[in-house]
């Protein structure tokens, strides 16, 4: 598919100008992150302006969440928030375009990480009973942290961060 991923760093008009095009099939919207510094999970300050925008647009959404767990138990609490966020901004229902674990930053960056992730992703599954909870980060991640055959025996959806062609 072809989708936008938008955060706090695009304006309020941006999904209108972007669902004019065509080939805009959809947008995959930052729901929140961690801070590095409190380790408070914040919500995007954009969150409920872009998916008020998307569904005006009539178009599906997803939404991500940029992790920054340093261990199970961080992990853990984010997945909660996420379940919170979900139930309270978007009534219970799992976005049609799904949920993605960004995993991008330095702090997941761990060889401990995939047990800690699939964790998770069972833990949001068990409650959502959904099949579209998955991970986005670039194939080097998935190679090296989470391992290639993991995300199949799980049958883990996977978006690819492809940059720079």
């Known amino acids: 598919m072809s989708v936008y991923d938008l955060s ?3 304006p309020e008009e941006r999904i209108a100008e972007l669902a004019q095009n065509e080939n805009c099939e959809g947008f995959i919207l930052k729901v929140g992150e961690m801070n590095k510094d409190t380790r408070e999970i914040e919500l995007d300050p954009m969150f409920v302006t872009h998916v008020n925008n998307a569904v005006a647009a009539g178009k599906p959404y997803g939404i991500y969440y940029m992790s920054r767990a340093r261990n199970r138990e961080e992990i853990e609490r ?4 996420i379940n919170d966020i979900v139930a309270e901004y978007l009534n219970g229902n799992a976005p049609e375009l799904g949920t993605w674990w960004d995993l991008e930053r330095d702090e997941v960056k761990r060889d401990d990480i995939s047990s800690d ?3 998770a992703l069972d833990l949001m599954n068990s409650w959502w009973i959904s099949d579209r909870i998955g991970i986005y980060a670039s194939y080097y ?3 090296d942290y989470i391992g290639i055959s993991n995300l199949v025996a799980k049958n883990t ?3 690819n961060a492809q940059y720079n062609g």
């Open 8 to 10: 706090h760093w695009q």
């Open 78 to 81: 984010e997945a909660h928030w």
């Open 117 to 119: 992730i699939f964790y």
């Open 141 to 143: 991640y998935f190679r």
């Open 157 to 159: 959806p996977v978006w």
